[in-house]
């Protein structure tokens, strides 16, 4: 019998025990309840014979319960090892054996053995085992407590006078218990049909997410018979955003390890965006990639795949709405979620299954395509989230709109932080072309021979390298994957510009392969007519505001069509299959549902359609509405001649008549200037007219619109940027990288000496959309104050010769440095953070006699040789997240003046040299779990913020009192053998962080401390706030992964408080608090 069946044995018997000796016990006697079974069972059949015939039904009941037991530990929970099963049936066992069934204990929860379930669990919470144990801990314990109680109620009442009556119905009283359990639901705490089918429906669910979710359409590719799609896992590659400044938080969130991430300068990725805020609003332009980050989430939300700065959302389930499926404004209730993503198994679902997931807080809702909707409609998508997250706070929301339907502070009263993906620097297009191409590798069917792929890259590579027009062409993921399609398909030869890129992509999927394949069809459709008909469909969807079709509505707009066409007499429904089945263009994501492959193909469709009509009158009336703002572009484009000067003209004379869209009427008109050839002659004045007026940009979405004009915006934007605001000058600089190219690198040179903050962020953060040497070199060098710069490339290592006046240096930790001699050209460095270091010593560094602060991180395994550091007497702020040679800390003593360190610390190091710094003002010690007596190191007088990580004093909180009597900011982390917090009244308090010390089980310590402002609890057994109560100047509490649902009631009476609650955690008595009391979750 191996370790978990033998465990799964001892809790059946616990549980058939339990029920046994309330029976027998008198019940209102802990003693005699607390007794031997078999000295009850003696006590109370004389006969001889009866005790075993009693202990035999015994165990029958025992078997009975043991079979309700195993599935959920073998196949609920069959992820987990055998060792940690078994450990969990201990305890499970253990707190069985401590529970109280006794009368009173039945009377107070009213016999609800649901309720007796949910108060052992409050009194015997999980013993911290692990997250999926501690499920499984709760599921174990609530199953065997409903077992005992409802036995309880169904047994015999035992009285001493009627045992021989009892004893001669003992034969059936094994049968009856079967029977009792057999008809009860196997758990129900929260959900009054049982939860017994939720596990196995999540698991279900997510498998299928996984599986449908994880594929991407490789737009452009046309193959026969098939849909070509590649794996999203595969296919995905990161972006940047700007932009992601949650609102501040709480205080430090304690302790992963030593190395924080720093705040970063400029762009960051959007998976880091992401994982900051728990509430997003993500906007990015037409085929930026919005739509494949939700899918990518969802599917590693599926997988249990989130790492980095996601890994907090481990075990959230994803639930992916697609707005334009509700295109008349009814957005789903929570039990309706998975019919949008998961209809083939929705059906299935358990009653209040996903009300159950978002309670708990593991709701991952991903909403995809605010600016898909028609406007009137998109007011009614922030009273929907409003609604969802008052019931269900915890709940994790990603939402996704183009800038100009949403602007960044749409969601802000909800909560929600702003990101803008930026356009894809050119490593980004460079690892997009390479990733694209190794999908279409597992292509059946290809333009070429699978061997010449790698050519075909290589030449691609090559010419967005040296051709700045096809760089800029493709700044979005659809562009370049456009691209990528054309060179394949025209052997190298691409279009210069958007508009031809359309068309290129549009004569390809409809005409040239299957005319160069000679592939029989039953309908045989020419180019033109096919245009024909996807236009007309494109033009129904915008202009009625959606962004797919019924199949029947499209069925009948096609027969509509035809009846005007001629040399076409197919029937309608084969012609529509064949549009389906060959174009590339149109699809059926879902039965009976119609939409085109990309919003942006069925805007310029339905832009040619506009064109053909002569109807750029409605172009011009619906400009103001953002959702017409690509396809104005685009009938720009389209037009000639006539056409093209009314609708600029008409655009024009709106934006004269009405002063609160002028300035939004004026960006479009110079959009359009990208798509067209020639400005019209006598609208040129008024064009230069429009331009004054719109330069500068005041927004990031202005900036981004006026771009899109390219050199025709780049030759009038100011060259002195003296005379601008601030914010003005800054999004003048955007402007000009995010049109790029020579010009527009000349541009920022003549800007760099501005030096004021805005204008310098701008100018770094461009950095990574030209060639870095002579960015580097033609303006980085010439920003007159210091410079601070982010490396993420290794190849940016070597443009740093040029940086003379850099002052501050993150190398990412995707950057791994094995030789810092880069270092040597850097003198006037004050800051330094290496993230990533793979070398044996530091000697480069320490001859940067300007440093201030160092930081130092080596993720692989190996000590480093410290003693270079020696003689950095200026330096302050000291942070090691790696292993010191030798545990020698001597060079301590050579740095002199240390007012913050922190520090791995050696286990059994001499720690003499630590001691010695009495200069310090802030410690952070992280190591190996570890006892160390701290208390030589009594001489850091000024010590006032203190942090041990997996590092437990000798002594306890007692002995850092008497060690640093002065700390005011404690930080307690994972330190096991820590069981109290006595002594700490001894310090002078203002803020308090403890975070997972399995061993502090109550708080009483804290009651009355006098100072103490704000104080943070994650994942301690500590659940009982009351001593809080008594504290005279809380301000800020913060509750992460407590054992819950936490009791905010004895928090009713603190007046000013903000209470943060973070990781989905479980509260009641909210509604207790005054108003006094601001509740907030992370």
């Known amino acids: 019998m191996t370790g978990v069946e033998t465990a799964v044995v001892a809790a059946g ?95 107070e ?58 004893l001669s119905r003992l034969s059936g009283l094994s049968g009856q218990m079967e029977r009792v359990l057999a008809r009860m639901p196997i758990r129900t705490l929260d959900a009054p049909e049982g939860r017994q089918d939720d596990a196995a429906f999540e698991r279900r669910y997510l498998d299928h997410l996984s599986r449908v979710l994880d594929e991407v359409e490789l737009i452009g590719v046309r193959v026969d018979n098939f849909r070509p799609v590649t794996s999203l896992s595969a296919a995905y590659i990161s972006l940047s955003v700007t932009g992601a400044n949650p609102r501040e938080r709480p205080g ?65 389930v994803p639930f992916l709405i697609k707005l334009r499926s509700h295109a008349d404004g009814r957005f789903p209730p929570p039990g309706r979620f998975p019919h949008d993503v998961a209809p083939e198994v929705a059906g299935l679902m358990p009653r209040g299954w996903v009300e159950r997931v978002l309670a708990a807080g593991r709701g991952l809702l991903l909403v995809d395509g605010v600016d ?72 059946p069917s290809l333009p070429c021979e699978p061997e010449e792929l790698e050519g075909y890259q290589g030449a691609l590579l ?57 592939i029989p069809d039953t309908v045989a459709l020419d180019r033109e007519q096919k245009v024909w008909i996807l236009r007309d469909l494109a033009w129904l969807l915008v202009s009625t505001g959606r962004s797919e079709l019924p199949k029947a509505t499209a069925l009948k707009r096609v027969a509509q069509k035809l009846e005007s066409m001629t040399r076409v007499s197919y029937p309608p429904q084969d012609v529509l299959a064949h549009l389906l089945r060959r174009s590339g263009v149109l699809r059926e994501p879902v039965p009976e549902r119609i939409d085109f492959v990309h919003k942006t193909i069925q805007e310029y469709l339905a832009a040619g359609q506009i064109v053909e009509d002569e109807d750029v009158d409605l ?217 990533a270091l793979d070398t044996e010593h530091v000697r480069e560094i320490g001859e940067l006699s300007e440093l201030r602060y160092l930081r130092i991180g080596k993720p692989r395994p190996g000590p480093v040789d410290c003693s ?52 310090l003002r802030e410690l952070r010690l992280h190591g190996a779990p570890q006892r160390a007596d701290l208390s030589s190191m009594a001489g850091m007088t000024l010590l006032t913020d203190l942090t041990l990580s997996s590092v437990t004093p000798v002594g306890g909180v007692s002995a850092i009192a008497d060690t640093w009597p002065g700390v005011m900011t404690l930080t307690l982390g994972g330190l096991a053998d820590l069981t109290a917090l006595t002594g700490i009244g001894k310090l002078w308090l203002t803020e308090l962080y403890i975070a997972r010390c399995p061993r502090i089980g109550h708080l009483e310590d804290l009651r009355g401390l006098p100072h103490l402002t704000r104080v943070t609890l994650r994942s301690i057994p500590a659940a009982d706030l009351a001593p809080l109560a008594d504290l005279p100047r809380l301000s800020a509490l913060v509750l992460y992964d407590l054992p819950g649902p936490v009791d905010l009631a004895p928090l009713a009476g603190i007046r000013e408080l903000d209470l943060y609650l973070g990781g989905g955690q479980q509260v009641i008595n909210e509604d207790l608090l005054g108003d006094s009391v601001t509740v907030l979750r992370m």
């Open 619 to 835: 172009v011009v009336r619906n400009a103001h509405f953002d959702d017409w703002r690509e396809v104005a572009v685009m009938t720009a484009g389209h037009a000639t001649g006539r056409l093209r000067r009314a609708l600029l003209a008409g655009l024009l004379e709106r934006a004269g008549r009405e002063a609160a869209r002028a300035r939004s009427l004026r960006l479009l008109v110079v959009s359009c200037l990208e798509t067209i050839q020639e400005i019209p002659a006598d609208l040129r004045d008024r064009i230069e007219e429009c331009f004054r007026l719109v330069i500068p940009p005041v927004t990031e979405t202005e900036a981004a619109l006026l771009a899109a004009a390219g050199e025709e915006t780049l030759r009038r934007l100011p060259d002195d940027l003296s005379g601008l605001r601030p914010e003005h000058a800054a999004m003048t600089v955007r402007t000009a990288w995010l049109i790029n190219g020579p010009a527009a690198l000349a541009k920022l040179a003549a800007h760099a000496a501005d030096g004021r903050p805005n204008v310098t962020s701008e100018l770094i953060a461009s950095s990574a959309f030209f060639d870095t040497e002579e960015y580097a070199r033609r303006v980085l060098s010439r920003i007159p104050r210091g410079v601070s710069l982010r490396v993420r490339r290794f190849g940016q290592l070597r443009s740093l010769r040029h940086l003379e006046n850099l002052t501050a240096l993150t190398v990412d930790e995707e950057v791994t440095v094995g030789d810092l001699a880069f270092l040597r050209d850097l003198p006037r460095l004050r800051s330094l953070e290496v993230l």
């Open 868 to 919: 270079g550091l020696a003689g950095l007497h200026r330096l302050q702020n000291l942070r090691l997240n790696l292993s010191v040679r030798h545990d020698d800390l001597s060079f301590l003593d050579l740095v002199p003046r240390l007012t913050s360190l922190g520090l791995t610390l050696p286990d059994g190091a001499d720690l003499g040299p630590l001691a010695r710094q009495s200069e």
């Open 13 to 107: 018997r616990a549980v058939a025990e339990r029920a046994v000796r309330e029976w027998l016990a008198v019940r209102s006697s802990r003693t005699e309840r607390e007794s031997d079974l078999s000295e009850l069972i003696r006590a109370n059949f004389r006969d001889r014979m009866a005790p075993r015939k009693f202990a035999n039904q015994v165990n029958g009941i025992a078997l009975a319960v043991e079979d309700r037991l195993r599935p959920l530990v073998e196949h609920e929970y069959g992820g987990l090892d055998e060792d940690a099963r078994a450990a969990v049936l201990a305890e499970v066992t253990d707190a069985l054996r401590r529970a109280d069934f006794s009368d009173a204990a039945l009377f």
């Open 252 to 316: 430090r969130l304690p302790i992963a390890s030593l190395a924080e991430p720093p705040e970063e300068a400029g762009g960051l990725r959007v998976e880091s965006a992401l994982g900051r805020s728990r509430l997003t609003l993500l906007r990015g332009e037409a085929g930026s990639g919005k739509s494949t980050l939700l899918r990518w989430l969802a599917v590693r939300a599926a997988r249990g795949g989130f790492t980095g700065d996601l890994q907090a959302w481990h075990g959230c």
């Open 462 to 518: 090559s010419r967005l390298e040296s051709a700045p027009h096809l760089r800029q062409l493709a700044t979005t993921p659809l562009l370049a994957a456009m691209l990528c399609a054309l060179n394949l398909d025209r052997r190298s030869r691409l279009p210069r510009s958007r508009m031809g890129l359309y068309e290129a992509v549009l004569e390809m999927l409809l005409e040239r392969r299957d005319a160069e394949r000679r």
């Open 372 to 443: 898909e909707l028609v406007v009137e409609h998109r007011p009614a998508v922030r009273h929907w989230l409003a609604g969802l997250l008052a019931a269900y706070p915890g709940m994790r929301v990603v939402v996704t709109s183009r800038p100009t339907a949403a602007e960044a502070e749409w969601l802000a009263h909800e909560g929600f932080t702003a990101a803008l993906l930026e356009p894809m620097t050119p490593a980004d297009l460079a690892e997009l072309v390479r990733q694209w191409h190794a999908a279409v590798r597992e292509c």
């Open 109 to 166: 929860a009213d016999g609800d053995p649901g309720a007796l379930a949910e108060r052992v669990l409050r009194r015997l919470p999980p013993p911290r085992l692990g997250e999926a144990e501690d499920r499984l801990y709760a599921a174990l314990l609530a199953e065997s407590v409903e077992c005992v109680v409802r036995m309880v109620r169904q047994l015999p009442q035992y009285l001493p006078r009627a045992a021989s009556e009892t």
